[in-house]
């Protein structure tokens, strides 16, 4: 089945520091591709995505290009701030593709300090 | 809409007790899905529901675990017996296979502890 691995963490950058948050994943065929980000005591929410190879997915200043070359589907923010501290998680669809149900990465924690 | 709501929010027991933990979906949403999420990792995937059929289960279900999704609303997770194993974040994710049936949208979660 297909399979999503993450950069482990946690990660610790100053406010207005260049973010970075490796994915990279196995796969048949070209499944969409997800970011998702939990706050603390929170369920997850999703925060972008890319459906096909070379889109690229952004939201709230992140921004993740879906590469088939690589297979991977880094995140990365150009400038982050305190409220961007949380645990984000790569996913793609696996199983069958009439279920829809994800598989995740381990999670990425980024903590940014003032 | 609302977003997917589960109640409760935490739920403390002892070991040996039931628990039962509910979710109500995004009101359009034809599909449901639970997920376990331990400390320091990802959601992993529990049971499926299409309108009120599960579709899949998980391995990681054990009958101990039951899921019921009854006139394809609302549906509820049982946890007979519980164990210390089973203190998790337990998930719920609603999604509509009108539009794209992987892109859910999950709920707080309930928190399990067993003591």
């Known amino acids: 089945g297909n399979s999503v691995t993450q950069m482990e963490g946690p990660v610790t950058l100053s406010e207005e520091a260049f973010l970075t948050i490796n994915c990279t994943y196995t796969a048949t065929g070209y499944p969409s591709l997800f970011w998702y980000v939990q706050y603390p005591g929170e369920g997850l929410q999703l925060l972008l995505k890319?459906?096909?190879?070379?889109d690229k997915g952004s939201n709230k200043g992140f921004e993740a290009t879906y590469r088939k070359e690589t297979t991977s589907f880094h995140l990365e923010k150009g400038s982050v701030q305190v409220s961007d501290s949380a645990v984000y998680f790569c996913a793609l669809p696996t199983g069958s593709s009439n279920t829809g149900k994800l598989i995740f990465g381990q999670g990425t924690t980024l903590q940014v300090k003032p | 809409d609302t977003g997917v709501s589960q109640d409760p929010r935490h739920k403390i027991t002892k070991r040996g007790q039931n628990v039962t933990f509910r979710c109500d979906p995004i009101s359009e949403h034809n599909r449901l899905y639970w997920y376990r999420q331990t400390l320091g990792q990802g959601p992993e995937f529990l049971t499926y529901f299409q309108n009120e059929a599960q579709l899949e289960k998980s391995r990681l279900l054990s009958d101990r675990f039951s899921a019921e999704r009854p006139k394809g609303s609302f549906s509820t997770l049982e946890i007979q017996r519980t164990e210390q194993g089973d203190s998790a974040m337990y998930l719920c994710?609603?999604?509509?296979?009108?539009?794209?049936?992987?892109?859910?949208?999950f709920g707080p979660g309930t928190r399990l502890t067993v003591l």
């Open positions: 994710a609603s999604s509509s296979s009108k539009t794209r049936v992987d892109e859910q949208f």
């Open positions: 890319a459906t096909k190879a070379d």
